[in-house]
């Protein structure tokens, strides 16, 4: 299985949709990977055409590869059975009944088990795939899509803005082409009618797109220190009685401000909004957690919670094992805890004297 880059800082959107399109006329099966940002998505569905047979992808949070399978190699996978799977019913003699199950059915339940409820990752998503397609005599070919650090910030803090017409554009596609897809939304925007494919909407009142409409507003930090950014998170905390946050990124003896303040609204989750938009994580499952961070060095989220509670929740706890990252909290009451017990006692002395 051969592995291609492809750097989209150093390609317009047509010249990389024609590398990926010529790609897939040599290679039946591709599988997008690369960090949120570099484009993979809407690349996937600018390449759409009547040689394309499907496109998935995972749905869960951070950097969810994108599969694409030429039409040819589509209606081979049907047309293979990979398993019998027994149901639970039997026959007018008592026997157990059996279904066939395609290949092609087959990927499409692999990619929402092993991505989207297991979370294994994409390195154990991309061997079972490299595993079923042997029986159509086929190999994916795995193309990590890349972007410069500052365009990867810039296109997902911008990613809500045209996610309406990338999902439009895919719906069309889907019924000219006659293309199969699991994609049920874009970034805030979803299918209205996931039955037919039809129609687009905007995400429910509730519901979170981890985007940056998702927050109440957005306070720069540009020219702060951490305290400074402390005292703001404080007064947000104080004054507008909403929950607000940043990120800190720990390099040996340095400590720097990876994003600005994200103040929280009803419907928002400042901790992985501000990991998916500022640092960018790929689904990796290791001994450090599941997610792989984009950047070298350690990441701190400091946020602030509203109640009389300052200790952390157990969602703190969770992201902090999850992500490998350190997560603080400060109350509104400057009291502090945090999964480091050393960064507890530093941030307890920069705020001694707000």
Do not use: W
Not at 42 to 54: C, D, K, Q, Y
Not at 336 to 350: A, C, G, H, Q, Y
Request: aromatic share 6%; charged share 30%; net charge negative.
């Amino acid at each position: 299985m051969t592995n291609t880059v492809l750097n989209t800082s150093m390609h317009s959107i047509e010249e990389s949709t024609k590398i990926l399109q010529e790609e897939l006329s040599r290679n039946p099966l591709l599988i997008f990977t690369g960090p949120q940002g570099g484009g993979k998505t809407t690349l996937a569905i600018n390449m759409l055409s009547e040689n394309v047979g499907a496109i998935f992808e995972g749905r869960v949070r951070s950097a969810q590869p994108v599969i694409i399978i030429r039409k040819d190699l589509t209606q081979k996978m049907k047309e293979t059975i990979a398993d019998k799977r027994k149901l639970p019913i039997y026959d007018d003699s008592g026997e157990e009944i059996y279904v066939d199950v395609s290949l092609f059915d087959t990927i499409k339940s692999t990619i929402e088990n092993v991505f989207d409820i297991l979370e294994l990752g994409e390195d154990e998503l991309i061997e079972q795939i490299k595993n079923l397609a042997t029986k159509v005599k086929a190999e994916p070919k795995v193309i990590e899509i890349v972007a410069n650090p500052r365009d990867l910030i810039k296109r997902r803090m911008n990613r809500h803005y045209d996610a309406k017409q990338r999902l439009n554009d895919l719906l069309y596609k889907e019924k000219k082409y006659g293309i199969e897809s699991n994609i049920l939304g874009i970034q805030g925007a979803k299918v209205a009618d996931i039955v037919n494919r039809e129609g687009v909407c905007d995400y429910g009142d509730y519901q979170i797109s981890r985007t940056m409409k998702d927050f109440y507003k957005v306070i720069p930090t540009e020219g702060k220190s951490i305290t400074e950014c402390l005292k703001e998170m404080i007064e947000v905390s104080i004054k507008e009685n909403r929950e607000s946050g940043f990120l800190v990124l720990h390099k040996e003896d340095e400590q720097e401000i990876l994003s600005d303040i994200v103040v929280g609204s009803d419907k928002s989750l400042i901790g992985v909004t501000l990991l998916e938009i500022y640092v960018g994580y790929h689904q990796k499952r290791s001994i450090t957690g599941v997610y792989e961070q984009e950047i070298d060095g350690i990441i701190e989220l400091i946020h602030s919670h509203i109640g009389e509670d300052n200790s952390l929740f157990s969602a703190d706890i969770g992201a902090s094992k999850r992500f490998g990252i350190i997560v603080s909290v400060i109350d509104k009451n400057k009291r502090v805890d945090s999964t480091d017990p050393f960064r507890k006692m530093e941030l307890e002395e920069m705020i001694k004297y707000l």
